[in-house]
């Protein structure tokens, strides 16, 4: 038997790198401001008011001005995590070598799928700051289930929204969320690799072997700077002009509440799809259902929203399209969908 191939010494300065690129961008812009932010959701039992209507009891009509400032309140809150997300996604194919990448997350079987799931708990991004970063893992040679967990466990399994949640809505919210969670980034995520796989085997019948990616050159900074670039080019100019349309047309989405509408079974699932396709930044979920809860919105589309706006939004889904097949993506919003229902009938059962 051959000992493993050692890592070379560019290859070993290139992942330190990535790890201090990590370590330091998360600390900045999500660990310590999620740390002050926990205090000011102890204290006041609120994080902010709605992304979607503000202050006002419904949002904006239809129209340029809605889509602008939502734009512009979105990529305030994002702007910071979207570089990092872009600056992750280069790091992961050029500082890290490729083969390594494959061995870890390149397998179809369920371990890559829960390491990955796993990996994602600190990082703690919304799905579109997190696509940036699952794209460079496809690119990287990383399996559909590896990608998916990772970039479904970043807002399903963020601890910093979990402490939010209880403080701000109750606890009982956040056992309602670890469940889904986990269901989604383990139970999904690996579903989907399984309906790729199968596809992958009927359409070339026989053994086929995962792949792994050509090797790249060393790192270098040049090369960082051009994925970068490439990942910019190819995912943030659709992530900004449907951002924009989704805003326009939030009082579609989001009509405005008074308890009769709010207590409706149908609400759920119109509450189901509109927030599989809306874009939210991280834990703005939160003060969405909290200021609809004071109009009169019941549990059961409270629990809808806060299962499926954090999971899943249109633009993430369109730019993981570069990496991750349409059938896997299309498996995962109905999922998405379907666990918003469900969640939302189980909160109503359990009297929430």
């Known amino acids: 038997m051959r000992p493993p191939a050692r890592l070379d010494p560019a290859a070993v300065r290139g992942i330190a790198i990535f790890v201090i690129l990590v370590a330091a961008g998360l600390y900045y812009v999500k660990w310590n401001p999620s740390y002050h932010r926990a205090f000011t959701a102890a204290s006041r039992h609120s994080i902010g008011a709605s992304i979607v209507s503000g202050e006002a009891a419904a949002p904006p009509a239809v129209g340029w001005p809605a889509a602008w400032s939502y734009t512009i309140a979105y990529f305030k809150a994002v702007w910071q995590a979207v570089i990092l997300g872009l600056l992750i996604g280069a790091g ?33 991004m919304c799905t579109c700051c997190a696509a940036p970063a699952a794209v460079g893992l496809a690119r990287s040679g990383a399996s559909v289930g590896a990608i998916l967990a990772y ?43 399984g309906l790729v796989a199968e596809n992958s085997r009927a359409a070339h019948p026989g053994p086929s072997p995962t792949a792994p990616p ?84 019941g549990s059961g589309g409270a629990a809808a929203l806060l299962t499926t706006l954090p999971a899943a939004g249109l633009p993430a889904l369109l730019m993981l399209r570069r990496g991750v097949p349409a059938r896997a993506l299309v498996a995962v919003s109905l999922a998405v969908v379907a666990l918003g229902v469900i969640s939302g009938g189980a909160a109503e059962a359990l009297g929430f």
Do not use: K
């Not at 390594?100 to 600190?122: C, D, I």
């Not at 809505?169 to 980034?185: D, H, P, Q």
């Not at 509440?257 to 834990?283: K, Q």
């Open 151 to 193: 970039w479904l466990g970043n807002p399903m399994l963020n601890p910093a929204t979990m402490i939010f949640t209880g403080f701000v809505l109750g606890w009982n919210w956040v056992v309602l969320r670890i469940v889904v969670g986990t269901a989604l980034v383990l139970g999904v995520a690996q579903w989907a690799n």
């Open 92 to 124: 992961v194919q050029v500082l890290v070598p490729c083969t390594w990448m494959s061995r870890r997350f390149g397998h179809s079987g369920f371990a890559s799928t829960a390491v990955a799931g796993l990996a994602a708990v600190p990082s703690m």
């Open 214 to 297: 050509v090797a790249h050159d060393r790192p270098s900074f040049a090369r960082w700077a051009g994925a970068v670039w490439e990942l910019s080019r190819c995912l943030i100019p659709e992530y900004v002009v449907i951002v924009m349309a989704l805003g326009a047309a939030r009082a579609w989405l989001f009509p405005a509440m008074n308890p009769v509408i709010g207590h409706s079974l149908w609400l759920m699932g119109v509450f189901a799809i509109g927030g599989t396709l809306f874009v939210v930044p991280t834990a703005a979920e939160i003060p969405i259902v909290q200021a609809l809860m004071a109009l009169g919105l």
